[in-house]
């Protein structure tokens, strides 16, 4: 209700055309407000009924949202009124998605309105894509316009006294024209990154506006204390720093090629070591043998080797297949898994039986998949 | 015995779930709500005042389309209204759920001659203008619409929706269709005669066959529906075999529509089969499957369609078959009935082709697939885009030329009009098709046809074209005559118009051509530009409207206006030069005897093979570096074998340590010999030659018998380097064959592999197990045919993706044929024992793909560590909802590029935090698909990018010599990749990581399942706890990281998030 009282009053203080338009703005804005008060408990009729509308089908809601812009700057005014008009619609839509993922953000103890608050949010996805085609449909016959809304946006974040919002208001407004020369996807995102800056200033300043509510009142101080609370944090390059990203990772580049002669000086200096190790090993067992004790001679089976130990010339490679060849051979004479009727009959008893299983889990599966109304051909 | 007794069982299990869900449920409540429904319907008509005088004027705009004279009546009550099609004999199938109610016309409002021009169509039409008009007062009826019979507009018939439902909330219609049993003298029908005076050439009046069947089809209907229902009545079997195919229809669309089959078609054919004219092939004893099966036997393989089905009455066959071919010669299909008329009469030649070809796959489907191929035929959907390669659509909303004659002479004009489209594509693409389809849809439930039927044309008319081999469809010029036959040149020129030149060819020949001259990447366009040229030539239809979907995709594959796999060439180049000097160094101890890529760039896969860089040439050749010059390279991993040796040192790590000898010395002599550069780490060793950077490998065969000791035990999850070599060898080899034999399996591939890095899956799904799952598609095609165009096997891809039952089954890529039973046996084993691993151990977040070929059946070499099952989820969910974006952009109205890079565009809002990179400080800036802004979440953290790395060398660079730019080069260089490796070391529990390796700028942030346990509703502290781990990982990015969000993605809508966010676009 007090919602809706200021903004009638605001109507009937300021007649000019700009203004009913800035109020046509403010009355869609109002929509993502208005839940919030809802929330509180503020059975604002209107709102209400807004509301439960949403909450039945998201659809619904982006709708109403859009007709509500058309009909409210509409009554035949100037066909460049009416593009600056859907360009704020736009951005109203934009907005009020930041505006529902920014409350459950910031205003713990909502959490039992996140289920509605996502499917709003959602919403608001879907519109901000409808959006963003719009835009881009029209974005060169909007550049004009659009130049001149930021300049409002620009005056209100100034208000505000927000300079941060302000330098990205201003920002924004020097990327959108950059924007129209650039490409399409470009100029896509940025303004959607121009939507999200612009937009938080001018939440901020509807929330001031508000001030008639108490509730909403307290909730705007209270995302306010919250949002200086965590600060966005800036980090620097790291230029200097090697221990940590991109200077570490440069570093570690050039520290892992040090050359060729140094690595293979590593390896050598490894293999060295290595081959030292093993000689000391094998030094140890002769030394254990020659102490009188004893160890076991391991019988190799196959062909001798035919290379020399300490020239290592070629046993091959065709050696070894040959050798695996004829393995594959012999096996083939050893007795097989079936020689003995019970092997058969086991063999083919587990056969059974894993057909059963085989069959058991299909019926299984099947059940499981009637469940998830797998089997509907539509 | 076992085996057939399962097979046939599980089948037969799945079959029954089916029927269950399709067929309609007969109960005696929901009999009741229906008949009561019909009886107040009989009731609303019976109302209808007697010698109601009916003129034009209920409905002038159609009566003036069809050109009809004398139409004016006075109203009668119909002869009889009848409960008639499929619900009668209980073979309706879900979810089209509708009464047929037969409405005999009364012989009273007619005269004898009102068959002629048109005037029976009008009155027809008139009288259900009443009925419409006084149906709509009942206060049961919710709606009464228009609808076609059989996409027919000059036969129109009433759809009755009822207030009511049924019991589990089930719409159902009634379909008030008009028939005209006895009402007009069926000689004066006969085909060959003329009824619609209008049609004449110079005073020549034509015979009309297909106006004459449209009234005779009213007036046999109830009698041929009546011998229908008399088969199908009490023979079980036979209904459930119809509900079936009636379901396998259905799910294809290019065979289920006007001009080929429709739920009567099927029926009458199945008659046929059981009927004595039929010879009695189905028969009693047969159970569903065997019907189903001769059925399907019947309409792919029977020589019996050449002459025509002929339904004889009892004992009167004394004309023999030719005879009636003849007079019948208009219709490419025959199923006569008894009484003389053609039933078939719409079924184009394209149309029954299509039918008999889609009933063959389907009968391979049966013999190949699993479960008698259950899945494939009655439960995937084959529609346009998933089954022609390429599908172009014609929006010909208010193009008056095609009523330009009138709207009905014989046939109507958009049957007409589909016909000419046909012949004119068919010519233009005369060998490089298999076969093409149209289709137009034109008259839709929405239609006014009270006002005329110039509206009728909303709807697009799509084109779908099979292509025979990718030689022949890609082939640049379109031979003609010789410009000394005068005559066929001249027709030449007309059919190709300004695009028709003469060339004098090598060989001394001069003949005509028309040529579309593209780059070898580029040749999918051709047809492309074929069918826009003719249909803008021939139609005079503006480019616009012609809507071709082929190229759509390729902008996520380009630098720029370039597909660098045209880069390929120089790449197998060089690898050639690589390999032939690797071959010739002798002053290393052992020689190289195997040269063998590994690269993905090398078999064509790779979604961005690498341009050869300026400053990698041997320091012969001095290429100068332009600007833009990238200071990274990629490497391309090469992979080579030694000649045997017994002196290989036995321990691993030592061995390790001796290949990296052996290819410091490799590097050292290509260097010294022939100046060709190279640059080493302790692990690696990249040489530099023709402007690429190859990474040698060397495998060494001793190694990997080692590791098959071992891994038989079942010991080692994570293989060894000379294993996964290995692994990687023979997939490498094997892809490079497939890709032989298909050559837009790497194009697809690529696709494939974009979209699932786009989405920031690159952890998730490596190169090689996307490369098998798309393999698949060309091994295992059916019910499909191997794609033959990137777009339509990207869409299965996508599919194959989200409808995978990877669960309950293994996937086998067998590209070469040679697995053989007992190697399926054996995969089969090493799933199951996988499977139970897994359901015993549930924490472990084991594998949830398994995918198996001949080199590796226990599926170990690329899905063993990804993706986990919650991975595998998130996977399908994003691939369904982009099958399902791709397959609507495919077919409605919707092409602007926006849309097509929706595809590509990932949305941000599915992690939990969401880390953007400085995009200039991406090694390879340019590979960006679509920078990415965040518009939600709180933003913690801002980096300011660092100065030290740039991704292309400064022009200061520039000027220095070329050892100093050399040093400059960076190989391998990806601070995404250190990023991504640094977070995961430092937080392996806390978060999961998501991210587009091939140059986005975006990675999302998951919590890991151990904090998100500890999440507490109002935990204040715990969030702080995040927000302080975050800024550390932005620590551990610093000069990288641009911004970190934190957004509050509720973890159980994950899985749905993005399906909404997708398909709410549209």
């Given at each position: 209700m007090a919602a809706e009282d200021s903004h009638k009053k605001m109507k009937k203080r300021k007649h000019t055309k700009k203004n009913i338009e800035q109020n046509s703005v403010k009355e869609n804005s109002q929509l993502p407000e208005s839940e919030d008060n809802f929330y509180k408990g503020n059975k604002d009729k209107k709102n209400k009924k807004k509301y439960s509308g949403e909450k039945g089908d998201t659809k619904t809601v982006g709708m109403s949202n859009i007709k509500d812009e058309s009909d409210a700057p509409g009554g035949g005014k100037?066909?460049?009124k009416k593009?600056r008009a859907e360009k704020k619609k736009n951005d109203k839509i934009a907005k009020a998605e930041v505006n529902d993922v920014g409350t459950p953000?910031n205003d713990?103890g909502q959490?039992e309105f996140s289920d509605k608050k996502e499917t709003s949010n959602e919403a608001g996805?879907?519109k901000m894509?409808?959006s963003?085609?719009?835009?881009?449909?029209?974005?060169?016959?909007?550049?004009?316009?659009?130049?001149?809304k930021?300049?409002n946006e620009?005056e209100d974040a100034?208000e505000q006294?927000n300079?941060?919002?302000?330098?990205?208001?201003?920002?924004?407004?020097?990327?959108?024209?950059?924007?129209?020369?650039?490409?399409?996807?470009?100029?896509?995102?940025?303004?959607?990154?121009?939507a999200?800056?612009s937009k938080k200033a001018r939440k901020i300043k509807k929330k001031d506006r508000l001030l008639v509510n108490q509730s909403s009142q307290e909730n705007s101080v209270e995302k306010k204390?919250?949002?200086?609370?965590?600060?966005?944090?800036?980090?620097?390059?790291?230029?200097?720093?090697?221990?940590?990203?991109?200077?570490?990772?440069?570093?570690?580049?050039?520290?892992?090629?040090?050359?060729?002669?140094?690595?293979?000086?590593?390896?050598?200096?490894?293999?060295?070591?290595?081959?030292?190790?093993?000689?000391?090993?094998?030094?140890?067992?002769?030394?254990?043998?020659?102490?009188?004790?004893?160890?076991?001679?391991?019988?190799?089976?196959?062909?001798?080797?035919?290379?020399?130990?300490?020239?290592?010339?070629?046993?091959?490679?065709?050696?070894?297949?040959?050798?695996?060849?004829?393995?594959?051979?012999?096996?083939?004479?050893?007795?097989?898994?079936?020689?003995?009727?019970?092997?058969?009959?086991?063999?083919?008893?587990?056969?059974?039986?894993?057909?059963?299983?085989?069959?058991?889990?299909?019926?299984?599966?099947?059940?499981?998949?009637?469940?998830?109304?797998?089997?509907?051909?539509? | 015995?076992?085996?057939?007794?399962?097979?046939?069982?599980?089948?037969?299990?799945?079959?029954?779930?089916?029927?269950?869900?399709?067929?309609?449920?007969?109960?005696?409540?929901?009999?009741?709500?229906?008949?009561?429904?019909?009886?107040?319907?009989?009731?609303?008509?019976?109302?209808?005042?007697?010698?109601?005088?009916?003129?034009?004027?209920?409905?002038?705009?159609?009566?003036?389309?069809?050109?009809?004279?004398?139409?004016?009546?006075?109203?009668?009550?119909?002869?009889?209204?009848?409960?008639?099609?499929?619900?009668?004999?209980?073979?309706?199938?879900?979810?089209?759920?509708?009464?047929?109610?037969?409405?005999?016309?009364?012989?009273?409002?007619?005269?004898?001659?009102?068959?002629?021009?048109?005037?029976?169509?009008?009155?027809?039409?008139?009288?259900?203008?009443?009925?419409?008009?006084?149906?709509?007062?009942?206060?049961?009826?919710?709606?009464?619409?228009?609808?076609?019979?059989?996409?027919?507009?000059?036969?129109?018939?009433?759809?009755?929706?009822?207030?009511?439902?049924?019991?589990?909330?089930?719409?159902?219609?009634?379909?008030?269709?008009?028939?005209?049993?006895?009402?007009?003298?069926?000689?004066?029908?006969?085909?060959?005669?003329?009824?619609?005076?209008?049609?004449?050439?110079?005073?020549?009046?034509?015979?009309?066959?297909?106006?004459?069947?449209?009234?005779?089809?009213?007036?046999?209907?109830?009698?041929?529906?009546?011998?229908?229902?008399?088969?199908?009545?009490?023979?079980?079997?036979?209904?459930?075999?119809?509900?079936?195919?009636?379901?396998?229809?259905?799910?294809?669309?290019?065979?289920?529509?006007?001009?080929?089959?429709?739920?009567?078609?099927?029926?009458?054919?199945?008659?046929?089969?059981?009927?004595?004219?039929?010879?009695?092939?189905?028969?009693?004893?047969?159970?569903?499957?065997?019907?189903?099966?001769?059925?399907?036997?019947?309409?792919?393989?029977?020589?019996?369609?050449?002459?025509?089905?002929?339904?004889?009455?009892?004992?009167?066959?004394?004309?023999?078959?030719?005879?009636?071919?003849?007079?019948?010669?208009?219709?490419?299909?025959?199923?006569?009935?008894?009484?003389?008329?053609?039933?078939?009469?719409?079924?184009?030649?394209?149309?029954?082709?299509?039918?008999?070809?889609?009933?063959?796959?389907?009968?391979?489907?049966?013999?190949?697939?699993?479960?008698?191929?259950?899945?494939?035929?009655?439960?995937?959907?084959?529609?346009?885009?998933?089954?022609?390669?390429?599908?172009?659509?014609?929006?010909?909303?208010?193009?008056?030329?095609?009523?330009?004659?009138?709207?009905?002479?014989?046939?109507?004009?958009?049957?007409?009009?589909?016909?000419?489209?046909?012949?004119?594509?068919?010519?233009?693409?005369?060998?490089?098709?298999?076969?093409?389809?149209?289709?137009?849809?034109?008259?839709?439930?929405?239609?006014?046809?009270?006002?005329?039927?110039?509206?009728?044309?909303?709807?697009?008319?799509?084109?779908?074209?099979?292509?025979?081999?990718?030689?022949?469809?890609?082939?640049?010029?379109?031979?003609?005559?010789?410009?000394?036959?005068?005559?066929?040149?001249?027709?030449?020129?007309?059919?190709?118009?300004?695009?028709?030149?003469?060339?004098?060819?090598?060989?001394?020949?001069?003949?005509?051509?028309?040529?579309?001259?593209?780059?070898?990447?580029?040749?999918?366009?051709?047809?492309?530009?074929?069918?826009?040229?003719?249909?803008?030539?021939?139609?005079?239809?503006?480019?616009?409207?012609?809507?071709?979907?082929?190229?759509?995709?390729?902008?996520?594959?380009?630098?720029?206006?370039?597909?660098?796999?045209?880069?390929?060439?120089?790449?197998?180049?060089?690898?050639?030069?690589?390999?032939?000097?690797?071959?010739?160094?002798?002053?290393?101890?052992?020689?190289?005897?195997?040269?063998?890529?590994?690269?993905?760039?090398?078999?064509?896969?790779?979604?961005?093979?690498?341009?050869?860089?300026?400053?990698?040439?041997?320091?012969?050749?001095?290429?100068?570096?332009?600007?833009?010059?990238?200071?990274?390279?990629?490497?391309?991993?090469?992979?080579?074998?030694?000649?045997?040796?017994?002196?290989?040192?036995?321990?691993?790590?030592?061995?390790?340590?001796?290949?990296?000898?052996?290819?410091?010395?490799?590097?050292?002599?290509?260097?010294?010999?022939?100046?060709?550069?190279?640059?080493?780490?302790?692990?690696?060793?990249?040489?530099?030659?023709?402007?690429?950077?190859?990474?040698?490998?060397?495998?060494?065969?001793?190694?990997?018998?080692?590791?098959?000791?071992?891994?038989?035990?079942?010991?080692?999850?994570?293989?060894?380097?000379?294993?996964?070599?290995?692994?990687?060898?023979?997939?490498?080899?094997?892809?490079?064959?497939?890709?032989?034999?298909?050559?837009?399996?790497?194009?697809?591939?690529?696709?494939?592999?974009?979209?699932?890095?786009?989405?920031?899956?690159?952890?998730?799904?490596?190169?090689?197990?996307?490369?098998?799952?798309?393999?698949?598609?060309?091994?295992?095609?059916?019910?499909?045919?191997?794609?033959?165009?990137?777009?339509?096997?990207?869409?299965?891809?996508?599919?194959?993706?989200?409808?995978?039952?990877?669960?309950?089954?293994?996937?086998?890529?067998?590209?070469?044929?040679?697995?053989?039973?007992?190697?399926?046996?054996?995969?089969?084993?090493?799933?199951?024992?996988?499977?139970?691993?897994?359901?015993?151990?549930?924490?472990?977040?084991?594998?949830?793909?398994?995918?198996?070929?001949?080199?590796?059946?226990?599926?170990?070499?690329?899905?063993?560590?990804?993706?986990?099952?919650?991975?595998?989820?998130?996977?399908?969910?994003?691939?369904?909802?982009?099958?399902?974006?791709?397959?609507?952009?495919?077919?409605?109205?919707?092409?602007?590029?926006?849309?097509?890079?929706?595809?590509?565009?990932?949305?941000?809002?599915?992690?939990?935090?969401?880390?953007?990179?400085?995009?200039?400080?991406?090694?390879?800036?340019?590979?960006?698909?679509?920078?990415?802004?965040?518009?939600?979440?709180?933003?913690?953290?801002?980096?300011?990018?660092?100065?030290?790395?740039?991704?292309?060398?400064?022009?200061?660079?520039?000027?220095?010599?070329?050892?100093?730019?050399?040093?400059?080069?960076?190989?391998?260089?990806?601070?995404?990749?250190?990023?991504?490796?640094?977070?995961?070391?430092?937080?392996?529990?806390?978060?999961?990581?998501?991210?587009?390796?091939?140059?986005?700028?975006?990675?999302?942030?998951?919590?890991?399942?151990?904090?998100?346990?500890?999440?507490?509703?109002?935990?204040?502290?715990?969030?702080?706890?995040?927000?302080?781990?975050?800024?550390?990982?932005?620590?551990?990015?610093?000069?990288?990281?641009?911004?970190?969000?934190?957004?509050?993605?509720?973890?159980?809508?994950?899985?749905?998030?993005?399906?909404?966010?997708?398909?709410?676009?549209?």
């Amino acid at each position: 209700m007090a919602a809706e009282d200021s903004h009638k009053k605001m109507k009937k203080r300021k007649h000019t055309k700009k203004n009913i338009e800035q109020n046509s703005v403010k009355e869609n804005s109002q929509l993502p407000e208005s839940e919030d008060n809802f929330y509180k408990g503020n059975k604002d009729k209107k709102n209400k009924k807004k509301y439960s509308g949403e909450k039945g089908d998201t659809k619904t809601v982006g709708m109403s949202n859009i007709k509500d812009e058309s009909d409210a700057p509409g009554g035949g005014k100037k066909k460049s009124k009416k593009l600056r008009a859907e360009k704020k619609k736009n951005d109203k839509i934009a907005k009020a998605e930041v505006n529902d993922v920014g409350t459950p953000c910031n205003d713990e103890g909502q959490d039992e309105f996140s289920d509605k608050k996502e499917t709003s949010n959602e919403a608001g996805e879907c519109k901000m894509h409808k959006s963003m085609k719009k835009k881009r449909k029209n974005a060169k016959t909007l550049d004009v316009s659009e130049v001149d809304k930021l300049d409002n946006e620009g005056e209100d974040a100034a208000e505000q006294k927000n300079d941060e919002e302000k330098v990205g208001a201003t920002h924004t407004e020097h990327e959108d024209l950059m924007a129209s020369f650039r490409g399409l996807s470009e100029a896509e995102t940025s303004r959607s990154a121009n939507a999200r800056n612009s937009k938080k200033a001018r939440k901020i300043k509807k929330k001031d506006r508000l001030l008639v509510n108490q509730s909403s009142q307290e909730n705007s101080v209270e995302k306010k204390g919250e949002a200086e609370e965590y600060e966005v944090y800036e980090m620097s390059s790291g230029d200097e720093d090697s221990s940590k990203g991109m200077k570490k990772w440069i570093t570690e580049y050039h520290q892992s090629r040090p050359g060729l002669k140094v690595l293979q000086e590593r390896i050598d200096d490894f293999i060295a070591a290595h081959e030292a190790q093993e000689e000391q090993a094998r030094r140890e067992r002769e030394a254990k043998a020659a102490e009188g004790g004893w160890t076991v001679v391991v019988h190799h089976k196959g062909r001798k080797k035919t290379s020399d130990a300490e020239s290592g010339t070629v046993v091959g490679s065709v050696a070894q297949a040959a050798v695996l060849d004829k393995m594959a051979k012999r096996k083939n004479k050893d007795a097989g898994p079936d020689f003995y009727r019970f092997q058969r009959r086991e063999a083919h008893r587990n056969e059974i039986m894993m057909l059963q299983s085989k069959f058991e889990q299909d019926k299984k599966r099947i059940q499981q998949m009637r469940a998830e109304r797998k089997f509907r051909p539509y | 015995m076992g085996s057939e007794a399962t097979y046939t069982d599980s089948t037969n299990l799945k079959l029954r779930e089916l029927l269950k869900e399709a067929q309609h449920d007969y109960s005696p409540e929901s009999t009741k709500i229906i008949n009561d429904f019909v009886c107040s319907i009989k009731k609303a008509i019976d109302q209808i005042p007697e010698d109601l005088q009916v003129t034009a004027d209920l409905g002038p705009g159609f009566v003036r389309d069809i050109g009809a004279d004398k139409v004016e009546f006075k109203f009668k009550k119909p002869k009889s209204i009848e409960i008639g099609g499929s619900y009668s004999f209980q073979c309706v199938a879900k979810p089209d759920v509708h009464v047929d109610l037969f409405l005999r016309l009364p012989k009273e409002c007619f005269y004898e001659k009102d068959y002629l021009n048109y005037r029976y169509h009008a009155k027809r039409f008139l009288y259900l203008c009443i009925i419409k008009k006084y149906l709509k007062l009942s206060s049961l009826i919710q709606e009464v619409r228009w609808s076609t019979f059989h996409n027919e507009a000059r036969k129109p018939f009433l759809v009755v929706y009822p207030a009511a439902r049924l019991s589990g909330n089930a719409a159902f219609f009634v379909k008030i269709i008009p028939t005209s049993t006895s009402l007009f003298c069926a000689s004066k029908l006969i085909l060959e005669r003329n009824n619609v005076r209008s049609l004449n050439q110079e005073g020549v009046l034509q015979a009309t066959p297909k106006y004459n069947s449209s009234i005779l089809e009213d007036m046999f209907l109830e009698d041929n529906f009546e011998f229908v229902k008399r088969t199908f009545m009490g023979w079980k079997e036979l209904g459930e075999a119809l509900i079936l195919l009636k379901v396998w229809a259905r799910q294809r669309s290019s065979i289920y529509a006007h001009d080929c089959l429709s739920g009567f078609l099927i029926s009458i054919i199945m008659a046929y089969l059981a009927s004595k004219s039929g010879k009695n092939r189905i028969n009693k004893p047969m159970n569903v499957i065997q019907i189903l099966r001769i059925t399907l036997d019947f309409i792919a393989n029977s020589k019996i369609w050449d002459h025509g089905l002929y339904f004889q009455p009892d004992g009167e066959s004394n004309i023999s078959n030719k005879d009636r071919r003849k007079q019948f010669q208009s219709f490419p299909v025959i199923i006569c009935d008894s009484f003389g008329f053609n039933l078939a009469f719409r079924m184009s030649l394209s149309g029954f082709q299509e039918l008999r070809d889609e009933a063959s796959l389907a009968l391979s489907c049966i013999d190949k697939c699993k479960d008698g191929g259950f899945d494939e035929m009655f439960m995937t959907k084959i529609d346009f885009p998933a089954k022609y390669d390429y599908c172009i659509r014609l929006n010909l909303k208010g193009s008056r030329e095609v009523y330009s004659c009138g709207f009905c002479l014989d046939e109507e004009c958009w049957r007409k009009y589909e016909q000419k489209v046909l012949s004119i594509i068919d010519q233009a693409l005369r060998g490089r098709t298999k076969l093409v389809r149209v289709i137009w849809r034109n008259a839709t439930f929405e239609c006014n046809i009270e006002d005329g039927l110039s509206t009728l044309d909303g709807e697009a008319l799509l084109i779908g074209i099979s292509i025979n081999s990718m030689e022949e469809a890609f082939k640049q010029a379109v031979m003609g005559p010789s410009p000394e036959e005068k005559d066929k040149a001249l027709e030449f020129r007309k059919f190709w118009g300004d695009k028709a030149t003469l060339r004098w060819f090598r060989d001394g020949k001069i003949a005509e051509v028309a040529v579309w001259e593209h780059e070898e990447s580029e040749r999918h366009i051709i047809i492309k530009e074929i069918i826009e040229h003719v249909l803008s030539h021939h139609l005079s239809l503006p480019k616009e409207n012609i809507i071709s979907i082929v190229d759509q995709l390729d902008f996520s594959l380009r630098h720029g206006n370039k597909d660098p796999i045209s880069f390929s060439v120089n790449l197998l180049k060089a690898f050639d030069n690589l390999s032939k000097h690797l071959r010739l160094l002798d002053d290393i101890p052992l020689r190289i005897s195997s040269v063998q890529p590994l690269d993905s760039a090398f078999r064509l896969t790779s979604v961005f093979p690498p341009p050869p860089h300026p400053l990698a040439y041997e320091d012969s050749v001095g290429v100068k570096p332009q600007k833009l010059t990238s200071t990274c390279i990629q490497p391309l991993e090469v992979m080579i074998q030694l000649e045997g040796s017994g002196n290989w040192p036995m321990d691993d790590l030592a061995m390790e340590k001796t290949k990296s000898a052996f290819l410091m010395k490799i590097g050292e002599s290509l260097q010294e010999k022939w100046g060709i550069s190279c640059t080493a780490t302790e692990d690696d060793v990249d040489v530099f030659l023709s402007g690429y950077a190859f990474r040698l490998k060397i495998l060494h065969e001793r190694g990997l018998s080692l590791v098959q000791k071992q891994g038989n035990a079942h010991v080692k999850r994570v293989l060894s380097s000379d294993k996964k070599l290995f692994v990687r060898g023979q997939h490498s080899s094997m892809i490079n064959g497939l890709r032989g034999r298909y050559p837009i399996y790497g194009p697809v591939v690529r696709l494939a592999k974009r979209w699932v890095s786009a989405h920031l899956f690159s952890n998730s799904l490596t190169e090689e197990a996307i490369e098998l799952l798309v393999a698949y598609l060309f091994l295992k095609p059916l019910p499909f045919r191997p794609p033959s165009s990137r777009i339509t096997g990207f869409l299965r891809f996508l599919r194959l993706l989200s409808e995978y039952d990877w669960s309950f089954s293994a996937l086998i890529v067998d590209i070469n044929g040679d697995l053989t039973p007992e190697d399926d046996k054996e995969i089969n084993h090493n799933f199951m024992s996988n499977q139970r691993e897994y359901k015993d151990n549930m924490q472990n977040i084991s594998p949830a793909m398994f995918v198996a070929t001949v080199y590796d059946k226990a599926s170990e070499a690329w899905t063993s560590v990804s993706p986990t099952a919650a991975e595998l989820r998130r996977l399908a969910t994003y691939a369904a909802s982009s099958a399902k974006f791709l397959t609507s952009v495919i077919m409605q109205n919707l092409n602007d590029s926006y849309r097509w890079e929706c595809l590509f565009r990932t949305p941000l809002n599915n992690y939990n935090a969401v880390i953007l990179l400085h995009r200039d400080k991406l090694p390879f800036p340019h590979r960006l698909l679509f920078p990415s802004e965040i518009n939600q979440g709180r933003k913690i953290l801002h980096g300011n990018p660092s100065k030290i790395f740039q991704p292309f060398l400064l022009p200061g660079d520039l000027r220095g010599s070329l050892e100093e730019m050399k040093n400059k080069l960076m190989v391998n260089f990806d601070p995404l990749r250190y990023f991504i490796h640094d977070i995961e070391r430092e937080f392996p529990e806390k978060f999961k990581v998501w991210y587009d390796s091939l140059g986005g700028d975006a990675i999302g942030l998951t919590f890991g399942n151990k904090s998100s346990k500890k999440r507490g509703r109002n935990n204040n502290c715990e969030d702080k706890d995040v927000v302080d781990s975050l800024r550390a990982v932005g620590e551990l990015g610093k000069g990288f990281v641009r911004n970190i969000y934190l957004l509050k993605a509720p973890k159980n809508k994950l899985r749905h998030g993005y399906l909404r966010s997708v398909s709410d676009r549209d």
